[in-house]
Each structure stands twice: as structure tokens, then as C-alpha cells.
């Protein structure tokens, strides 16, 4: 089996790089795919770059190059639910894109045209697993619902609400749903992991620059329970 995980910075990806076994790598359009043993799972990891394109183009060639089984988006998040804090875990069950909206046309807001949905469903048994793996790391709650993506740092109250209102999720951040949606067209597994680094609030610009490091390593340690078999 090979997974492949998907970061948008190097603070999200470095760590698995660091005690990957093995390792190959190879550029492709700028970024940086490397190939090798985590733990006793052979994985292909890569910095896709902020964003939802810069997503969707690592996923995609990821998905044509490589064939992973499953492909896994791990990183940092804005955290919406009040029971996650800095540092908590969000597992998603689905994704959706907050800023995509053709409602004037008549659809619902997040409608993917394509997909034909609002909200991509992920993987129930990877999802499951990532839900344990974060689980017996202790010490940090954990919450499985929606994520959302945009291309949008989410730092006012104003866009926080929205975005909880309109689809219900726990966690914002830019790039899960975009893979997610690539991995629905080609019929591949995926999952979205994301670790609290800010509130999605007037203070995340702040607290984003403060606890990202600790909080991609949460969800890197997440990754390495996973792949210990």
C-alpha cells in the first residue's frame, strides 16, 4: 500500500521527510515529491503550497505519477468549534469549499459543479483511523465533522460565522477540500487531518504565526502512529 500525504508548508511536511527511509525524490512543476518508508508504511509525501490550486495541482499529479491508494492532507487549521483549542485535532468525515458560490444561479452555497454536492464525503475507515491514531497520542481532544476550505485566511468573526452558519464545520483552512475534490473525481480514498494553530479570529494572524510549528507537529505525530502498522 502507498499513501500518499499532502502538506501546504514545510512545517506540516518536514518532520515525516526527517525520519523517512529510503527516501527518493523527485520535482515536478515546482514541487518537491519524496518517496519512501514511514514507519512500515511506504508513503509519498510533498509541500503542495498554500492554497487550493497549488492543492489540487500536487494532488493531481500525485494521483497520475505516483498512484497512491489513499492520499491523506495534513497541517494546520483555524478552529471553529469551541471545544478545540490550540493544538486539539479536527478529523474531517467531509469537506467543502466555503467560497465557492453560484447561489445567484440557484445552487446552494459550496455547490461543486461536477461533484454535483456540496460536501465531499471522506474515506469512513481512513477517516476512522486517523480519529484512533489522534486518540492514543493522548493529551489533546479530538472532533470529527466538517472542514472547510477556501482561499481565505479566516481572521474576522464575520467570515468565522459564515462559514460555521452556512456548513457547520469545526475547523477552516485552505487546501483539504480542493484535494478532496480531486481524489472524488479519480475515485481515490482521502482524508483530512488538521491540527488548531489559531481561533479563525481577530487574534489568528498572531496565534497563527505563535503555534503553527507545535501545531503541524501534533498532526505529524498523528501521521507516525498511523504508519507504525
Known sequence: MLIGIIGAMN???????????NCTAEKISSVEYCRGVIGVTECIAAVAG?????????AQTMLLKYKPDMIINIGVAG?????L??????????VVEHD?????????????DGLERVYIECDRELSDRLYNAALSIGGLKVKRGVIASGDQFIASEEQRN????????????????SIGHVCAMSGVPFGVLRAISDGANGDSPKNFLEFTEQAAKNSIDIILKLTEG
Open 50 to 58: 498554500v492554497g487550493k490550486v497549488n492543492a489540487a495541482v500536487c
Open 162 to 177: 459564515r462559514i460555521i452558519d452556512t456548513f457547520g464545520a469545526i475547523a477552516a483552512e485552505m487546501e483539504g477540500a
Open 79 to 83: 478552529g471553529l468549534d469551541a471545544e
Open 85 to 94: 483549542g490550540t493544538g486539539d485535532i479536527a478529523v474531517a468525515d467531509s
Open 11 to 21: 512545517a506540516e511536511i518536514n518532520g515525516l521527510k526527517a525520519v523517512m527511509k
Open 100 to 112: 465557492m458560490d453560484t447561489t445567484p444561479t440557484g445552487e446552494p452555497a459550496g455547490y461543486i
